[in-house]
């Protein structure tokens, strides 16, 4: 018998005790009231797509107190001048897996426990941080650690971007989220989100909300990255996942589906989740349901693109790739046909199936093989990320009230938006994180 929980406890201890090498050096709270100034060439609104030169930022503690271009910097106020950069609001990932990272299939799967997920995970945290997402929702890991990582970073032991989290997800016997392909012989001893049948499910939801869970994610149907014979057939009903959404609902949780399949979608959507993530085989039947419900869709192109081109680094098998292979062809035409019919998109992409940090490559991919907009890729992981996640008043844009929460980078992302695939600076909260020699500062600046 393999045993991959033999120390929860021991893994949360060592998620603290990693979290010193990430996140102290350096360190400094920023004081309550504290005012900075911060001014830059540019400044893109996602929620208008326009474009303010001159601008300055006014920061008070971890909050923007106004925005706008040529504003007089208040007395006693430090500045920091990012010279002829271009600031955005911090970027929004709503589909990452931060206590994970995909490198050698057979080594993950059965040479690596929680603990070693536990240690991991700040370093994936401060990566996704630095690249410009000063928030993600992560929708799924192994016992509860991304609860832990979540509170280490709110009592501020680790640099790491703002996570609203989803604990254990659920899934049907014999489904994606439950080990397939292998002995019956082999067990796994651990936290489980494996579930049948709808009171089952229901008490799944009470356990993980106690357990920490912001969000419910359920796997509505089969999937790429295990071994069942579909990418995209149903694996709950629709009284299941009705009766998931109705008692997430019941505790104020909203719920994130998994689901590549054209049945799977339509279901997930009739039942109320939020969003859909992956949906690469929506049909107009489920383009229409998610429009008449406001269903977020959030395609991940990415990992997509990510598995066809280092599935076979990664030891991946072959029927694996092969899903992926078959599966990839449709999407496009799939998720543009969604976006004509004005489906809501969010920003995610299942960060951890490829390295955390580069997170911001999807974009370029969003305007290659959708045709879409720099600024409409930019709304997703910004404005439409935040409404998805019921944030729109603390991120998404920089006004007054929001969290001080801004990336700079020197080009225009409006022209080219891989420019933000190479993000120079980054404040979360008030607090400087990255600083790639573009600032220059009088009267010093809070800095972790």
Known sequence: MLQTSRARTGAVMILAVASLASATIGQ???????RVAIRAAHLVDPASGQRTDDVVVLVDGDRVAQVGSRLPIPAGADTIDLGPTTLLPGLIDVHTHLSSQSEDYYADTFRRSPIDAAVRAPIYARRTLEAGFTTVRDVGAAEFIDVALRNAINDGSVAGPRMAVATLALSATGGHGDLN????????????????????LRKKVRENVKRGADWIKVLAGAG?????????????SQDELNAVVTEAAMWGRKVAAHAHGAEAIARAARAGVASVEHGGLVDEEGVRIMKERGTFLVPDIITDVYILEHGAEQKLPPNIIEKERSLRPQQDANWSRAIKAGVKLAFG???????????????????????????????????????????????????????????????????????????????KGGVVYKDDGVSASAGGRARR
Request: without cysteine.
């Open 224 to 236: 790429v990255l295990s071994e069942e014979e579909s990418a995209g057939a149903p694996q709950y």
């Open 28 to 34: 400094q709270a920023t004081p309550a009231g504290r």
């Open 181 to 200: 392909g292998f002995s019956p012989y082999l067990r796994f001893e651990g936290f489980s989100g494996i579930a049948d049948g709808a009171d089952e």
């Open 349 to 427: 992409t299942d960060a951890g199936v490829y390295p955390h940090g580069q997170n911001a490559r999807q974009f370029a991919l969003l305007v290659k093989h959708l045709g879409m907009s720099p600024i409409d890729a930019i709304r997703m992981a910004t404005t439409n990320a935040a409404d998805l996640m019921a944030w729109s008043d603390r991120v998404g844009r920089l006004a007054p009230g929001r969290y001080a929460d801004l990336i700079a980078v020197a080009g225009d992302p409006l022209a080219d938006v891989s420019e933000l695939e190479r993000v120079r600076w980054v404040m």
